[in-house]
T-cell receptor, first 112, second 116 residues
Framework: QKEVEQNSGPLSVPEGAIASLNCTYSDRVSQSFFWYRQYSGKSPELIMSIYSNGDKEDGRFTAQLNKASQYVSLLIRDSQPSDSATYLCAVDFTGGGNKLTFGTGTQLKVEL | GAVVSQHPSRVICKSGTSVKIECRSLDFQATTMFWYRQFPKQSLMLMATSNEGSKATYEQGVEKDKFLINHASLTLSTLTVTSAHPEDSSFYIC????????????FGPGTRLTVT
């Protein structure tokens, strides 16, 4: 069974610090990777997508992908209290069919 | 970003009744939509893929006769939970890719179903 693994946390970081969120997945041939943010009681919101090895930056967010290690991460620079949420890693194991398998999420707490 | 709406946002129903949840893409057409379910403290689990003009594709373990999906137009998919029971109480969320062939999915705001 194809799986997506995340540390449930909570991960606590001080305001202004870099938060690093990690995700591993079980299928080496996966091509599409996504990070979603979910506030309590709300639906997920897409933050980043990444398809190629290396880094992809968007504002304060950087996604990093290493397919050889089956590892994808999300860095949040200058963390703000409003970044406090659960971050879900999602992988499309089907290769273009949009069927996402989600990890259980990492809860991030940004403290003042 | 793309806008996906759901209605209702919350519903409470009695055990044995049926509940219909609507998912609409507001500014784009979606030939495919997805229905997820999320129990408290758990991640999203894909229930089924809704295909416009054809039958839905259900994930293993999801009862197609209990969770009826209809995708009658390019902007509307509905999920009907039939003969609901308390164990069906959950957060139901739909999603759609913004562009045909896009790998990025946008989620609706979700529907909180409570079965008493």
């Amino acid at each position: 069974q194809k799986e997506v693994e995340q540390n449930s946390g909570p991960l606590s970081v001080p305001e202004g610090a870099i938060a690093s969120l990690n995700c591993t997945y079980s299928d080496r041939v996966s091509q599409s990777f996504f990070w979603y943010r979910q506030y309590s009681g709300k639906s997920p919101e897409l933050i980043m997508s990444i398809y190629s090895n290396g880094d992809k930056e968007d504002g304060r967010f950087t996604a990093q992908l290493n397919k050889a290690s089956q590892y994808v991460s999300l860095l949040i620079r200058d963390s703000q209290p409003s970044d406090s949420a659960t971050y879900l890693c999602a992988v499309d194991f089907t290769g273009g069919g949009n069927k996402l398998t989600f990890g259980t999420g990492t809860q991030l707490k940004v403290e003042l | 970003g793309a806008v996906v709406s759901q209605h209702p946002s919350r519903v409470i129903c009695k055990s044995g009744t049926s509940v219909k949840i609507e998912c609409r893409s507001l500014d784009f057409q979606a030939t495919t939509m997805f229905w997820y379910r999320q129990f408290p403290k758990q991640s999203l689990m894909l229930m089924a893929t809704s295909n416009e003009g054809s039958k839905a594709t259900y994930e293993q373990g999801v009862e197609k006769d209990k969770f009826l999906i209809n995708h009658a137009s390019l902007t509307l998919s509905t999920l009907t939970v039939t003969s609901a029971h308390p164990e069906d109480s959950s957060f139901y969320i739909c999603s759609a890719p913004h562009k045909q062939g896009s790998y990025e999915q946008y989620f609706g705001p979700g529907t909180r179903l409570t079965v008493t």
